[in-house]
């Protein structure tokens, strides 16, 4: 008599999943280098020269603003570029076919990303803060921080990776939104030098709620704000990844 297989569990199927993950992008440290780690350091070097002038505040966003940035290269803009990749190369209805959840890819591949990240963070932070002279006062819920700025920035990529036709398409559009996103808020430049359209449309976007959480948790101090940052990059984490779920094409066996 048959007896049928036991389907893996979830944690296996979330191990599996992830070292799979981290196995097909140990190339991708050589793009690590120019988007994660040289893009955000330049970005120091030459807005840093500018806001030496108005300050050690405005050196400080700019130093978390990058921040930011490096996580958005890393986290936002690979994981939209890997889903358009498994969707057109049909490795999504591959494993539609097995008993793996849907929820688990998206989730395995957005951590196994913030884990390739995290070179590209620390870098920025330890050379950024050397060369903009400022002092880090960590406190330690940067680690509860760090995690909560990069789920909803993966979130959003793999909603773009998922819905995008083809691979170039998913590079573009998450590029522009890179840029609009670091920019079209208090992200690197303070909220007071921003106009007030800007700082409205801001509220829409989670790089506002990570930049300021980052800022408290590295630089300080930390106030009651970074309470309701964290609130809203979980709501938004939670958001985005049930929607890229909802969004991607599965053929469930």
């Known amino acids: ?6 389907s893996p569990s979830v944690l296996d199927q979330f191990i599996d999943l992830g070292l799979m993950q981290l196995s ?8 690590m280098v120019v988007t994660g780690i040289l893009t955000p350091l330049m970005s120091i070097i030459a807005l840093g020269s500018f806001a030496r002038g108005g300050g050690q505040h405005a050196v400080v966003y700019v130093l978390t603003g990058s921040i930011v940035l490096a996580l958005m290269f890393e986290n936002q803009n690979k994981v939209a570029q890997n889903f358009a990749y498994m969707k057109a190369m049909g490795t999504l209805d591959f494993f539609g076919t097995l008993p793996v959840r849907r929820y688990i890819v998206i989730v395995a591949t957005v951590l196994a990303f913030f884990v390739l990240s995290l070179p590209a963070v620390l870098v920025t932070l330890l050379l950024g803060s050397q060369i903009l002279d400022v002092n880090l006062t960590i406190s330690p819920l940067v680690v509860l921080v760090i995690p909560l700025c990069v789920l909803p920035l993966a979130g959003i990529g793999a909603i773009i990776g998922v819905v995008s036709r083809t691979q170039e398409e998913a ?18 430049i303070p909220a007071e030098k921003l106009p007030d359209w800007i700082i409205s449309i801001s509220n829409f976007s989670p790089t506002k709620y990570a930049a300021s959480a980052m800022r408290q948790v590295l630089v ?8 309701m940052d964290i609130a809203v990059l979980s709501v938004l ?17």
């Open 24 to 31: 097909n992008w140990r190339w991708s440290w050589r793009a």
């Open 171 to 188: 590079s573009s559009f998450t590029l522009m939104l890179t840029i609009l996103m670091v920019f079209l808020g208090p992200v690197i």
């Open 220 to 227: 300080g101090p930390v106030t009651g704000q970074l309470w």
């Open 1 to 6: 008599m048959l007896t049928q297989s036991k």
């Open 237 to 253: 984490t939670a958001a985005t990844l049930w929607f890229a779920g909802s969004k991607m094409q599965w053929k469930a066996k």
